[in-house]
Every structure is written in structure tokens, then in C-alpha cells.
């Protein structure tokens, strides 16, 4: 559960690959859903997973009835990776007798650094018969109404244009899906409203929510969004929006935008930074009175300095949640998408 911090270090391990393919059903789950569980029978899961947490971000091993075997937050090196899913495979494999409560190990580097076990609880989780899950509400998120499903991707560019090709490393590769608030939107759509002819410029929070997201890297080094002590500048945001001919409720979107975050974002160092500088181009569709698609791409550069002088561990798999060392100097694009599911006729093969 550290997103990108997972999936290049742990989960690109060709000898991880295999072995969780061999013994493992994996799921990938947002910390958010962990702290902020559904009230259904998968939220029940996600609750008792929660209960034995060391951080809220981690990887988790639970059995066939959701109790929790084991946690580790970090690793001492790369083979204890695999070290760690073969001793919960053998504890899988012994079942406790009915006077034996299951216990949760629990490391935060596994195995030099071990946290007190905890005991599983007496809550049965009701996980259904296979044949059961068609008639199960769906958990996915739900989205207001009047509120987009936004989906962002930034790739890191070469001197010549090209893509760069290495995407497991998230200097090189960045994907976020976030929801664009109902209230928000529908100030946007009466801001357009107002002069449906004229082009018009857009005020700051409208699209501050997206630019905030353009950033590659874990979420430590968010030069907005930080879950450090300094949450970062805007230091600009302007966009406009210009009527299309022809086209009833659509508009052309450009706009400019800098973010910055210094030495106070979380787990940085000295000289730690974070600037992104986007030219944005792409299209809002109103209709009905609500905003119903953005579509955006923006290209610009971006320098991200993390652990460069204090120099991280270099075993990417030593320090998961704080990420490994980053010096990125680069041209980089962005593209998002963003739908109204509740407007008919809006789908992302419209586009």
C-alpha cells in the first residue's frame, strides 16, 4: 500500500513476481481506504486490517478469512522480501487450533526491526460464497452527483521528446485518481455561464485541486498536497476558458501553472525541492447546467530534489514509506480525464 513506492521496488522484483503468482492473490489498496472504511462487508475487511496496522501504509498478508498473518513497513534488503511472503506462506499453511487465537506479526523493517504481535479479533468477517458476489452492492467509490471522476498521468520526457522509458520508477512515471468536488464543479459551470460568448478567465480554486496533483514522485514530495510541516506554494494558477465556435457548451481551457515545495516537505533534507512549471491546454464540457468532462494535457518542466545530499538507503526496499533518492531535472507532460458519470452521453470514448 505504497503505490508507487510498491510497485518500483517491491513488486518489479522478478523473483517477487513469481513467487506471489505462485502463492498469492495480491490487491493493491489506497491507505484512504484503510482509514476510512466502507460500511459494507469489504469495509468489515478493510477494519479488522486496520486494527494491526504499524503505519497506515504497509504490506499486508491475510489469510482466507481475512485475519491478518503479518506486516512489514519496510525490509531489511531485497531478499527478505521474499523471505517475508515464504514465513507467511508456512504460517498460512498451519491452521490454529480453536483454543490458539491467530496472531499478527507485525515488523516495521522485516525481520531486524519487530513490533509486539496483536491478536486477531473474535469478529467473523461474512465473506461470501463465490457464487455469492454478483449480489453484493459494489464498493467502488461513489461518486456525488455533479462531482467528476478525475484521472491524472505524468510521464518524465528525454532531450529529444521522446518518453522516457523506464515507468517503474516514479520520477519517471506518476498516476493519481482523485474526485473533483460537486460544489466545486458546479461554481465552475455557473462561472462559464455567466458570459457564454465571451472568453473569460477562471478563478484560482477551480483548477488549483488538478494542478496540486501534477507532480511525480510519493506523496512525501507533493509541493501542495505535503503531509509534511509546509504544505507548499501556488505560485501561480491562471487559467482562462474561450467559447468554441460551433460547439454548444464546450470550451477551450489554457492556462499556466507553478508549484513549489522546499526543504520542509515531509521526510526531506537539506536541500530537498520540488518545482513544477505547466502550460495547460484542453477542453470543459457543460451541459445541463453541470460540468460533465475536462480533458487536459499540459507539458512544462519539473526539478525534484529528495535525499540527494543525506544520501537515502540504497536499498529502494529499506525505507519504503519516505521513497529513495530523486535528482530530476526534466521536461515532463501531463494528461488528465475527468467524468460526470451521472451526464448521459458523456462517456471517455466521446473524446
Known sequence: MFAGAAREAVFSNPDVIEFVNEHFVPVA????ELNRPPDTIEGDLYREIARSRPLPQGICVVNSEG???QWAVAFDGDPQVVEFLARAVKR??????????????RYM?????RKPDMEASAIKIQIP????WKAIPSTSPQIPPNALDAKIIGRAVKPNGDLVDDVLQQEHYAEDRFILDAALMNGLAE?????????????????????ARAYMGVLDVSPIFNPGPDKGKLIQCDFSAE????RSGW??????SETYNGENMANAGPGDLHRVRLNWNGFVNVKDGAVAEIILEAEGSEQLKFGTVRRLEKSNVAHLPSGHTINLDSTVRYGMVAINPETEGVTPSSR
Request: no cysteine; proline share 15%; aromatic share 8%.
Open 29 to 32: 489498496l489506497k491507505a484512504g
Open 251 to 256: 470550451w477551450k481551457i489554457r492556462g499556466e
Open 92 to 105: 498460512y499453511q498451519r491452521v490454529p487450533g480453536p483454543e490458539e487465537p491467530l496472531i499478527a506479526e
Open 191 to 211: 462561472q462559464l455561464s455567466k458570459a457564454p460568448t465571451l472568453k473569460q478567465k477562471i478563478p484560482v480554486p477551480f483548477f488549483r485541486p488538478i494542478v
Open 67 to 69: 485475519k491478518v498473518l
Open 243 to 246: 467559447p468554441l465556435a460551433n
Open 129 to 132: 460464497e463465490l457464487s455469492d
Open 109 to 113: 523493517r522485516y525481520p531486524s526491526q
